[in-house]
T-cell receptor, first 105, second 116 residues
Framework: GIQVEQSPPDLILQEGANSTLRCNFS?????LQWFHQNPWGQLINLFY???GTKQNGRLSATTVATERYSLLYISSSQTTDSGVYFC???????FGAGTRLTVKP | NAGVTQTPKFRVLKTGQSMTLLCAQD?????MYWYRQDPGMGLRLIHY???????AKGEVPDGYNVSRLKKQNFLLGLESAAPSQTSVYFC???????????????FGPGTRLTVL
């Protein structure tokens, strides 16, 4: 299976700041998806984005499939954005190790 | 529409005991997955299935068996539980490539398993 690398592993922000999370794949990827795991352990779908750009409120994502990476942008961060962000892809949906985001008030 | 459900939510086993975790989905999805998540770690794929009657190994299949006898159910079995299998187990499902352009994976709430 493909290898998925996420960066940075940890991120601490002040409320209101912007951030960019990155996901790199070792090979071509399809079915790329971003998830947020909240502090209660629930996994929430953010974006299904095999290619192109999508936006949902303060969050947006861009996937450049030919270069095997995807970016997740969080603008005007809020404390409720805290948690772990994962990306995953392909039929077997392998996950990266995640980016742990802490937003301080 | 319940989505993806997992049974049980919590379980404590003694070393050597066996158990089966049940995952059910009511979205008519083709693909189903079992993951484990250890504290502070990402999700690791145990087994997955691309359709009724089919299963495939993931990253960490040893010590687990699975069955997909019905499309809506995916069972994960531990034949002889070990303390190293203490983890949170997540099930997920996905529509399948040929059934439309949107192919999101949806997760169940998880099962917290402790092996003493």
């Amino acid at each position: 299976g493909i290898q998925v690398e996420q960066s940075p592993p940890d991120l601490i922000l002040q409320e209101g700041a912007n951030s960019t999370l990155r996901c790199n794949f070792s090979d071509s990827v399809n079915n790329l998806q971003w998830f947020h795991q909240n502090p209660w352990g629930q996994l929430i779908n953010l974006f299904y984005i095999p290619s192109g750009t999508k936006q949902n409120g303060r969050l947006s994502a861009t996937t450049v499939a030919t270069e095997r990476y995807s970016l997740l942008y969080i603008s005007s961060s809020q404390t409720t954005d805290s948690g772990v962000y994962f990306c995953a892809g392909n039929n077997d949906m392998r996950f990266g190790a995640g980016t742990r985001l802490t937003v301080k008030p | 529409n319940a989505g993806v459900t997992q049974t049980p939510k919590f379980r404590v086993l003694k070393t050597g005991q066996s158990m089966t975790l049940l995952c059910a989905q009511d979205m008519n999805h083709e693909y189903m997955y079992w993951y484990r998540q250890d504290p502070g770690m990402g999700l690791r794929l145990i087994h997955y299935s691309v359709g009724e009657g089919t299963t495939a190994k993931g990253e960490v299949p040893d010590g687990y068996n699975v069955s997909r006898l019905k499309k809506q159910n995916f069972l994960l079995g531990l034949e002889s539980a070990a303390p190293s299998q203490t983890s949170v187990y997540f099930c997920a499902s996905r529509r399948g490539q040929r059934l439309g352009p949107t192919n999101e994976q949806f997760f169940g709430p998880g099962t917290r398993l402790t092996v003493l």
